[in-house]
């Protein structure tokens, strides 16, 4: 039986914990989630971390909108990390990209390094680069431990033909999180056309609706 596992994303530690009890293997801590997801509050990263046995994998964003960051957010992001590493997180999930669409290699360089040892996810970001394939092979470089996609379509069922072509080209050098509208209805589709283990979830505070979805998942 191939091992699968639910990445949940919640904004607050009431989904968390509900995400847990339904069996998600790892959460992704949020705020504001309806303008894309940014930095939790400090608070909020400690009592998830002190709460919960799965990892907390905190998102660290300074602010919404595209992905290029000035300098001024950057030093915010780099202090963010090292906040969340202290406060407990068991990873962090980060992205930036240059003016031409590129990885940002020097924004995720540091932020690995303020990291670690935790694992680092690169996150949505990477669907807005120019070459995906391209953008893929830099941060297998880097040394991220995975990338959270929809494939570049506004959900993960319609992106599942790059998402397939992404597991193929990684060959374990590299996770890959399917994200994107992934719910108990079609996450069996998106496991079947992408070949992915993980999938990544916004989930509500409402463990019998997540245990639906693992349930779906490990079928």
């Given amino acids: 039986m191939v091992n699968r596992l639910l990445e949940a994303c919640v904004e607050t530690v009431e989904a968390a914990l509900a995400a847990e009890a339904g069996g998600a293997g790892r959460v992704e801590l949020c705020s504001d989630l309806d303008a894309g997801g940014l930095t939790p509050p400090a608070g909020l990263i400690h009592a998830a971390a002190a709460r919960l046995r799965v990892p907390v994998f905190v998102l660290i964003r300074a602010r919404a909108g595209d992905f290029v960051f000035s300098e001024a957010e950057r030093e915010l992001m780099r202090h963010d990390v090292t906040v969340a590493r202290a406060l407990g997180a068991g990873g962090v999930v980060v992205g930036g990209l ?94 079947r056309r992408t070949g992915v283990t993980e999938v990544h979830s916004r989930t509500p505070a409402a463990t019998d609706q997540v245990r639906q979805l693992v349930d779906r998942l490990m079928a």
Avoid: C, K, Y
């Fill in 98 to 191: 240059t003016a031409a669409g590129d990885v940002d290699e020097i924004l995720v360089s540091e932020l690995l390094r303020a990291a670690r040892p935790l694992p680092v996810t690169f996150h949505r970001a990477f669907d807005a680069a120019r070459e995906p394939e391209f953008a893929l092979e830099r941060l297998i470089a880097l040394g991220v431990g995975r990338v959270l996609t929809s494939g570049r379509a506004s959900a993960a069922v319609e992106g599942a033909g790059l998402i397939a072509e992404l597991v193929h080209q990684a060959a374990g050098r590299i996770g890959i999180l399917a994200g994107g509208g992934v719910r108990a209805h079609n996450v069996e589709e998106v496991v």
